[in-house]
């Protein structure tokens, strides 16, 4: 990494050009790809499902995106489905649930009765205090009613350094959080924060993360860890290792840049490409706005799916190809 400089190409538009190129490509023989799909706000937070299609034919997710229980919308139906369906794909051959949030489980309260998956990744993390909570029992009903209907193909307890079972010549997948030494625990904000926001902050801090090796090409999708667990936990642990670098970034809590950046600023060497996956609410796309600014500022190039629609990154080992669809961008909700 860092060794030779990689070509990027950006094909798209950015906030407020006039005009659009449509870059809505298809898979080339011999790339990987990775889209993190712009999700619709239907209920609960800001939205993640990355969609990863890799040379031989495999499809994988990371998330589904927004939905709850009885909810008419859901992104599964209405977002995912169509997404996969357009590029004639049938099956998703593995897919990880990186915490029980439901605008990152949501798609599959849809997609478990309607689409095939040969294969689910379950982070299973829950604070003591989740008992009862209607996100967490949402989705572990689904998870235990999926499993039924398809027996062993549930792993729970995905952690650091757990074997997914989908690497491919030319391309690994590594489980790179929650730690295997332990779980985060509570950071201290005070009363309030530990009355109010333990729970909600946990779940992000343990949530799932990826990255993604396409030969000298780099992927890393940080998960939902709020930007005080990263600079408390999740960075230092990988700078020791050192892996606190990648070409590509999912960025961490939505890419909510409440740090100023300084996490991803802390990578040796830098990005190329950084994404935030935000909805469609107001504060989310003055959200999306700061967070383009501040990664843009360091060098990197910086898309939020709310201002950019789909965004898509493809490699075939050595160069990067980015992409955005801003056919896929919905209204703004306001608050």
């Known amino acids: 990494m860092g060794a030779e400089t990689l070509w990027v190409r950006y094909e798209g538009f950015g906030y407020g050009a006039d005009e659009c190129h449509a870059a809505f490509a298809f898979l080339s023989p011999g790339r990987f790809e990775m889209t993190v799909i712009n999700p619709e706000v239907v209920s609960g937070g800001c939205g993640l499902c990355v969609i990863m ?9 990371f998330d589904t995106a927004n939905g709850m229980d009885g909810a008419v919308k859901n992104n599964g139906k209405d977002i995912i489905i169509p997404w996969l369906k357009k590029r004639g794909i049938t099956k998703i051959d593995g897919l990880i649930l990186s915490h029980y949030h439901s ?5 599959l309260l849809y997609l478990a009765d309607h689409f095939e998956i040969g294969h689910v990744f379950d982070n299973s993390f829950e604070p003591l ?3 009862g909570n209607g996100e967490v029992d949402s989705a572990k ?14 792993t729970r307890y995905l952690v650091e350094g757990d074997d997914l079972g989908w690497n491919e010549p030319g391309v690994t997948f590594d489980v790179v959080w929650p730690p295997k030494t332990g779980y985060c625990k509570p950071l201290d904000r005070g009363p309030d924060y530990k009355r109010n926001g333990s729970l909600h902050h946990l779940l992000n801090a343990n949530s799932t993360g990826l990255r993604i090796r396409v030969g000298k090409v780099d992927y890393l ?5 709020n930007a005080d667990y990263v600079a408390e936990y999740m960075r230092p642990y990988m700078e020791q290792k050192g892996t606190w670098t990648a070409n590509v970034v999912v960025l961490h809590c939505h890419g909510i840049a409440d740090d100023k950046g300084a996490n991803v600023a802390a990578m040796k060497p830098l990005p190329e490409v950084a994404i935030a996956s935000l909805g469609n609410m107001n504060w989310m796309f003055s959200a999306g706005r700061n967070s383009v600014a501040t990664y843009s500022k360091m060098g990197i190039q910086a ?3 709310n201002l950019h629609g789909d965004i898509s990154v493809s490699s075939d080992g050595r160069t990067l190809n980015v992409t955005t669809d801003p056919t896929k961008l919905y209204p703004e909700k306001r608050v």
Request: aromatic share 16%; net charge positive; hydrophobic share 30%.
């Open 53 to 61: 299609r890799t040379p031989a034919g495999r499809t994988y997710l």
């Open 103 to 107: 605008d990152h489980f949501g798609g």
């Open 129 to 131: 205090n989740a008992y």
């Open 141 to 154: 009903r689904c998870l235990f009613n999926w499993e039924k209907k398809h027996p062993g193909q549930v």
């Open 221 to 225: 999708i940080l998960g939902d860890i």
């Open 303 to 305: 898309f939020s799916t």
